[in-house]
Every structure is written in structure tokens, then in C-alpha cells.
């Protein structure tokens, strides 16, 4: 076997793998930043998650709302990498990639790659979403994105189910799919909350087939490929789905989605081992969202709230469903930020803030008549908890035009640095507006 090429042993700063990860709880503006790096790389990869992502990407007047393709397929020359750890719902991409095709996307035959180690998503697993979603003990529902992503996920990890993109190229697809159809029919018709249509094996055999010929020329072993990319010294950028606070071990679970979404699932879902990887950038909306079901401590189910959701259009990129809103929670985030070693934050949607004659940032919880400055783990506690405020002056001014922090006002910047020192990451992007151009990169990223 040839040896590593002498880079791949040169340690962390061989090679400049870089991260963009959510602290919260998702629809933080990843696509966003993933847009503007891009151009800056060589490969863009995608490595957990699913359709159940939504993210936007906004150039000119052209908006662009990605689930499952990478947010650099929009930049022509970098290749797109949907990497083993996704779980895939093959009608999902051959439809967004018929879409960027009408729109005049090019080189999509070429740029994009998808593992053979990915999951498949297939029919049951759409409707045992449907069906087990609610089936957590305090009956409060998840408010999954009815994607199939925990089902397919959970087939994954118990094996005798699950189908990978590299199964549909073999002999044996079809007797999988009669096998799986046949031990998944039963339990779905006692589990259905609606009226059961037995499975059809014929006809999902048919319809995957023929999703795997389309997707053919794009299938490929993206282990080896990114592997061999980060050793002869090309550059990567990992699109993390959904937030740090959503990561199926250390987010807010059950109330949480079914991968590794915090800094954690970079390498166990692209393959790519840490050493690769020497920046990470932790992406903070100015304020909090969710979207679904599950622990808020900062929401606000009031009038702020609703001006938060007003100004942001805070209604979910894939769901439409209204997004829950509140404060920063500066505990929770600082949490997330330990948690994904990150070396800098991108400060997203600044500009809603603005019109408030204050802004409340929680730097404490009160839990049981005790104050704590960490992030509780059990679901219990994390409902309990009230949020400690610090009040800091708000600002009138309209930011959207702004190209430099210079042009901030001065409670802006305070808002900013007050942020940073309570998460503690500098602030290396802040963004005024869902534009490319509405985008100031400081420190690290500027150069
Ligand atoms: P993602 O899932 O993290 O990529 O985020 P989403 O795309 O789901 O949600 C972010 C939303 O905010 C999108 O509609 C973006 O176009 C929009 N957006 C991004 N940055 C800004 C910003 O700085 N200000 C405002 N007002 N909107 C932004
Ligand atoms: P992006 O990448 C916001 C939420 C769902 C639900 C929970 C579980 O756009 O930030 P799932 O369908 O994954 O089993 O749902 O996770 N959720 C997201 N919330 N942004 C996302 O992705 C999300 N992906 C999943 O609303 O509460
Ligand atoms: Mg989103």
C-alpha cells in the first residue's frame, strides 16, 4: 500500500477542514454562511440529517431553499458531497435537483456525490413517523418533520431493516424490500393512527429502482473520496443540519432530532477524521428559535415574541410551521459552543433586533430555588428552569444596510462583544439581512 502523502502527517493545520454548525436549536442561517464559504473550498458535505433541513441561500434576487443537497452546489467547481451519515429520501433529491437544473444550475451531473453508506428512506418509514410521533411519555408531541428521519435512523442502527444507497445496485434489492415489507406490514397496521395501506413490494421495488438509476451516476464510495481529498490537501467545509441543542446524546432529548447535529457527528457521519478539521464555526441567530415540540427556557409567548417572528419571518424553511421565539440564551449557547470546541461565531440576523429599547440575554437559570450557569441535562429540569436576564440597551437604527461595524450603532456593538464573552468565541461574521453582500466578516474569516 502506498504511504500517506507527507501533508496528511503534518498534523491539524495541514489541512484547513472547516465547520459550520448551529448552537441552537436550528434555522440558525447555516445555509447562509455555507454559501459564502464555499468559494473558499474544494468539497462541500453534507453529513447527518436529512430532509429534514431547510436552508436558504439568497443570491441577487434568486432564493434557494436546499433540504438534502449541499448549500455548495450553487457554486460552480466545488464538488457536493451527501456523505454516509445522511438518510436520504431519493424522490427528495432527484426533485431538488431537477429544480436547481430548471432554475440554470449547472455541472449538478458532475458536482454532486452521494455514499453508497447512506441510508435509504422508504415509504414505512414516512408512516411510522406519522404514527409514533406523540409516543413520548409526557404525550407532548417531538413535532418531527413527518420526514422519516427517526424511523429510517433507527432501522440504521437495528440493521436487519435498513436499506443503503449501495443495497439498490445489488441482486438482492428486491428480496430485501419483499422481506422488510413483509415484517413491517403487521406492525404498521397496529401502529397506524390513520387508515393502513398495506405496503406494496412490487410496487416501492419499482419506484426505488428506478430512483436508483437516476441517482447512478452520482453514487460513489464519498468515504475514500474525502479521505483521499483531506490527505492531498484539499479543502473541505461541513454543512452541519439542524442545531447543536437538537443532537440526538446532548441535546434536549427526547426533544431532539435522531442524529449527531452538535460538533460531535462531523466525523463519525463524513468519515473524516478530526484531525482534518481545524476550524469550527459556531453559527448563533441574534435570538432564539424553535420549530416543534420540546423545552424553551427564553421563549416568549408575547407580544416580543411575536415582533421577533414578524421581523424575522420566523415560519419553518420546510414545514411552514410558526417558529417558537425568544431571548438569546447565552448559557445554552455557551454550552453548545464547548460542546463543538468551536473557534468562532457568525452572528445571524442582527438586524431583527433592532426597533426594541432593550434586549434581554439569559446568562442564568434559577432551577429549584438555586442558581446554575450550566445547561441541565434531563428534559424535566430543562422545563423547569426560569431564565436570569441581563438587560442591555436595544438600538432604533435599521441595520440592513450596513457593510462594516463601523456603520453599527454603538448599543449594537455592545450587544455583540457581550454576546462573545458569554459564549466565549470571538465573533468572526455578523450578518444583517438573508443577502450574500449583507454579510461583515471580522477577524479569522476576513483574511
Ligand atoms: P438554516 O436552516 O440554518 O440554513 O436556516 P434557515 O434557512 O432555515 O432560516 C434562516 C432564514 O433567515 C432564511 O430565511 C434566511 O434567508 C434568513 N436570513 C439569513 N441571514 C439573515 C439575516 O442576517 N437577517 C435576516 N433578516 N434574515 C436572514
Ligand atoms: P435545519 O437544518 C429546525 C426539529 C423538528 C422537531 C425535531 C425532530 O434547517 O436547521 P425530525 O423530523 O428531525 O425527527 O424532527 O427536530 N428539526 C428542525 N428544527 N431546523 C431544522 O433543520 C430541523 N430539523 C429537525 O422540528 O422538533
Ligand atoms: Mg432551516
Same mark, same amino acid.
Given at each position: 500500500?502506498?504511504?500517506?502523502?507527507?501533508?496528511?502527517?503534518?498534523?491539524?493545520?495541514?489541512?484547513?477542514?472547516?465547520?459550520?454548525?448551529?448552537?441552537?436549536?436550528?434555522?440558525?442561517?447555516?445555509?447562509?454562511?455555507?454559501?459564502?464559504?464555499?468559494?473558499? @473550498?474544494?468539497?462541500?458535505?453534507?453529513?447527518?440529517?436529512?430532509?429534514?433541513?431547510?436552508?436558504?441561500?439568497?443570491?441577487?434576487?434568486?432564493?434557494?431553499?436546499?433540504?438534502?443537497?449541499?448549500?455548495?452546489?450553487?457554486?460552480?467547481?466545488?464538488?457536493?458531497?451527501?456523505?454516509?451519515?445522511?438518510?436520504?429520501?431519493?424522490?427528495?433529491?432527484?426533485?431538488? /435537483?431537477?429544480?436547481?437544473?430548471?432554475?440554470?444550475?449547472?455541472?449538478?451531473?458532475?458536482?454532486?456525490?452521494?455514499?453508497?453508506?447512506?441510508?435509504?428512506?422508504?415509504?414505512?418509514?414516512?408512516?411510522?413517523?406519522?404514527?409514533?410521533?406523540?409516543?413520548?411519555?409526557?404525550?407532548?408531541?417531538?413535532?418531527?418533520?413527518?420526514?422519516?428521519?427517526?424511523?429510517?435512523?433507527?432501522?440504521?442502527?437495528?440493521?436487519?431493516?435498513?436499506?443503503?444507497?449501495?443495497?439498490?445496485?445489488?441482486?438482492?434489492?428486491?428480496?430485501?424490500?419483499?422481506?422488510?415489507?413483509?415484517?413491517?406490514?403487521?406492525?404498521?397496521?397496529?401502529?397506524?393512527?390513520?387508515?393502513?395501506?398495506?405496503?406494496?413490494?412490487?410496487?416501492?421495488?419499482?419506484?426505488?429502482?428506478?430512483?436508483?438509476?437516476?441517482?447512478?451516476?452520482?453514487?460513489?464510495?464519498?468515504?475514500?473520496? /474525502?479521505?483521499?481529498?483531506?490527505?492531498?490537501?484539499?479543502?473541505?467545509?461541513?454543512?452541519?443540519?439542524?442545531?447543536?441543542?437538537?443532537?440526538?446524546?446532548?441535546?434536549?432529548?427526547?426533544?431532539?432530532?435522531?442524529?449527531?447535529?452538535?460538533?460531535?457527528?462531523?466525523? @463519525?457521519?463524513?468519515?473524516?477524521?478530526?484531525?482534518?478539521? @481545524?476550524?469550527?464555526?459556531?453559527?448563533?441567530?441574534?435570538?432564539?428559535?424553535?420549530?416543534?415540540?420540546?423545552?424553551?427556557?427564553?421563549? /416568549?409567548?408575547?407580544?416580543?415574541?411575536?415582533?421577533?417572528?414578524?421581523?424575522? @419571518?420566523?415560519?419553518?424553511?420546510?414545514?411552514?410551521?410558526?417558529?417558537?421565539?425568544?431571548?438569546?440564551?447565552?448559557?445554552?449557547?455557551?454550552?453548545?459552543?464547548?460542546?463543538?470546541?468551536?473557534?468562532?461565531?457568525?452572528?445571524?440576523?442582527?438586524?431583527?433586533?433592532?426597533?426594541?429599547?432593550?434586549?434581554?440575554?439569559?446568562?442564568?437559570?434559577?432551577?429549584?430555588?438555586?442558581?446554575?450557569?450550566?445547561?441541565?441535562?434531563?428534559?424535566?429540569?430543562?422545563?423547569?428552569?426560569?431564565?436570569?436576564?441581563?438587560?442591555?440597551?436595544?438600538?432604533?437604527?435599521?441595520?440592513?444596510?450596513?457593510?462594516? /461595524?463601523?456603520?453599527?450603532?454603538?448599543?449594537?456593538?455592545?450587544?455583540?462583544?457581550?454576546?462573545?464573552?458569554?459564549?466565549?468565541?470571538?465573533?468572526?461574521?455578523?450578518?444583517?439581512?438573508?443577502?450574500?453582500?449583507?454579510?461583515?466578516?471580522?477577524?479569522?474569516?476576513?483574511?
Amino acid at each position: 500500500m502506498a504511504a500517506l502523502p507527507a501533508r496528511a502527517l503534518q498534523g491539524n493545520n495541514a489541512v484547513p477542514g472547516t465547520c459550520v454548525i448551529g448552537l441552537q436549536w436550528g434555522d440558525e442561517a447555516k445555509g447562509k454562511i455555507v454559501d459564502i464559504l464555499t468559494p473558499r @473550498n474544494d468539497f462541500v458535505v453534507r453529513y447527518q440529517g436529512g430532509a429534514n433541513a431547510g436552508h436558504t441561500v439568497k443570491v441577487g434576487a434568486e432564493v434557494y431553499k436546499l433540504s438534502l443537497l449541499p448549500s455548495g452546489v450553487l457554486t460552480p467547481g466545488v464538488t457536493s458531497v451527501i456523505a454516509g451519515g445522511v438518510v436520504i429520501n431519493p424522490a427528495k433529491a432527484i426533485e431538488e /435537483l431537477d429544480e436547481l437544473a430548471s432554475r440554470g444550475v449547472q455541472g449538478l451531473e458532475r458536482n454532486l456525490k452521494i455514499s453508497d453508506r447512506a441510508h435509504v428512506i422508504l415509504p414505512w418509514h414516512f408512516a411510522e413517523d406519522r404514527a409514533l410521533d406523540g409516543g413520548v411519555a409526557d404525550g407532548e408531541n417531538i413535532g418531527t418533520t413527518q420526514r422519516g428521519i427517526g424511523p429510517c435512523y433507527r432501522d440504521k442502527v437495528g440493521r436487519s431493516q435498513a436499506v443503503r444507497f449501495g443495497d439498490m445496485y445489488r441482486p438482492k434489492f428486491r428480496e430485501r424490500i419483499e422481506n422488510i415489507c413483509a415484517a413491517k406490514n403487521p406492525v404498521l397496521a397496529a401502529i397506524s393512527r390513520e387508515k393502513f395501506e398495506p405496503l406494496d413490494p412490487a410496487a416501492i421495488y419499482k419506484q426505488y429502482q428506478a430512483f436508483a438509476d437516476r441517482l447512478a451516476p452520482h453514487v460513489c464510495d464519498t468515504t475514500e473520496m /474525502l479521505l483521499t481529498a483531506a490527505e492531498s490537501g484539499k479543502r473541505l467545509l461541513f454543512e452541519g443540519a439542524q442545531g447543536s441543542l437538537l443532537d440526538v446524546d446532548h441535546g434536549t432529548y427526547p426533544y431532539v432530532t435522531s442524529s449527531n447535529s452538535s460538533g460531535v457527528g462531523i466525523s @463519525n457521519g463524513s468519515g473524516v477524521p478530526a484531525k482534518y478539521i @481545524n476550524k469550527i464555526i459556531g453559527v448563533v441567530k441574534a435570538y432564539s428559535t424553535r420549530v416543534g415540540g420540546g423545552p424553551f427556557p427564553t421563549e /416568549l409567548d408575547n407580544a416580543t415574541g411575536q415582533y421577533l417572528r414578524d421581523r424575522g @419571518n420566523e415560519y419553518g424553511t420546510v414545514t411552514r410551521r410558526p417558529r417558537r421565539c425568544g431571548w438569546l440564551d447565552a448559557v445554552a449557547v455557551r454550552y453548545t459552543a464547548r460542546l463543538g470546541g468551536v473557534d468562532a461565531i457568525a452572528v445571524m440576523l442582527l438586524d431583527v433586533l433592532s426597533g426594541l429599547d432593550e434586549i434581554l440575554i439569559c446568562t442564568a437559570y434559577e432551577l429549584d430555588g438555586q442558581r446554575i450557569t450550566h445547561f441541565p441535562a434531563h428534559v424535566d429540569d430543562q422545563r423547569k428552569i426560569k431564565p436570569v436576564y441581563e438587560s442591555v440597551a436595544g438600538w432604533k437604527e435599521d441595520l440592513t444596510a450596513c457593510r462594516s /461595524l463601523t456603520e453599527f450603532p454603538d448599543a449594537a456593538l455592545k450587544y455583540l462583544d457581550r454576546v462573545s464573552e458569554l459564549v466565549g468565541a470571538p465573533v468572526e461574521l455578523v450578518s444583517v439581512g438573508p443577502g450574500r453582500e449583507q454579510t461583515i466578516l471580522t477577524g479569522g474569516l476576513a483574511t
